[in-house]
């Protein structure tokens, strides 16, 4: 099947563990991303990269580093986890604008949860 | 910057009503806009989205919403809702050009009730 893929589904740890989530997606897109959702479901982005280079680096503590092997692959690894780390992540892949219709419409993951006891 | 307001936290519709779910954007251009559903322990799912022409676009699941420049809207309605419609959803914002960041709003949570 053609789609955003992450593993795990679920993490539980311990603060001040590290952890890693990946991403593939075999849509063949350029840009992938990591969104961030909290208890209130309010999705916030963390990183974006197009083609390995990272493009978006939002306001994330840098305790969160992302890595883009190749165009297909996204992963987050987070060192040193606070109990406010737990969320929902979420890998998205698109396709970058070339002024096409098909520009920025996100294709999602099924998500991450991340708990930190 | 570009930003997403969904004044409607919660709503709760009978099976067999029809809905409309408010989103209003802040942005200077032209905006690209979508709407995106999320059910419990799922992924975001595209709905529908506006890039420009016609300002009625037609969705998956029945789903339509109208894009009103003079009122910074794009509300979504289906004329007929399914309990399997429950679910949450966003209304979500960009711009044409280069690598744009999509942000989100709150979200929507739709209650249908038999």
């Known amino acids: ?13 311990q603060m001040g563990n590290d952890k890693s989530i990946k991403c593939e997606q075999n849509l063949g897109h350029d840009t992938m991303y990591w969104y961030k959702q909290d208890s209130k479901k309010f999705l ?4 974006s990269y197009n083609n390995k280079e990272l493009i ?7 305790r969160f580093s992302p890595k883009s092997p190749d165009k297909a692959h996204l992963n987050l690894h987070i060192n040193s986890l606070e109990l406010g780390d737990s969320a929902v992540y979420f890998c998205a892949s698109s396709q970058s604008d070339r002024g096409t219709s098909g520009a920025n419409v996100l294709t999602f993951g099924a998500g991450s949860r991340l708990t930190v006891l | 910057a570009q930003s997403v307001t969904q004044p409607d936290i919660h709503i709760t519709v009978s099976e067999g ?3 409309e779910l408010r989103c209003n954007y802040s942005y200077g251009a032209t905006p690209y806009l979508f709407w995106y ?16 022409g016609d300002t009625l676009v ?11 420049r003079s009122q910074s809207s794009f ?6 809702v399914h309990w399997s419609d429950a679910a ?24 249908v009730i038999p």
Do not use: W
Request: overall charge positive.
């Open chain 1, 1 to 13: 099947d053609t789609a955003v893929s992450q593993t795990p589904k679920y993490l539980v740890t």
């Open chain 1, 44 to 47: 916030k982005i963390m990183f």
């Open chain 1, 56 to 62: 978006i680096n939002e306001t994330v503590p840098n």
């Open chain 2, 17 to 19: 009503a029809s809905l």
């Open chain 2, 37 to 52: 559903v999320q059910s419990p322990g799922q992924g975001l799912q595209l709905l529908l989205k506006y890039f420009s």
């Open chain 2, 58 to 68: 037609q969705g998956i699941k029945g789903f339509e919403a109208e894009f009103k």
């Open chain 2, 75 to 80: 509300n979504l309605r289906k004329p007929s």
């Open chain 2, 88 to 111: 949450e959803y966003f209304c979500a914002v960009t711009r044409s050009g280069g690598y744009q960041k999509v942000t989100f709003g709150t979200g929507t949570k739709l209650q």
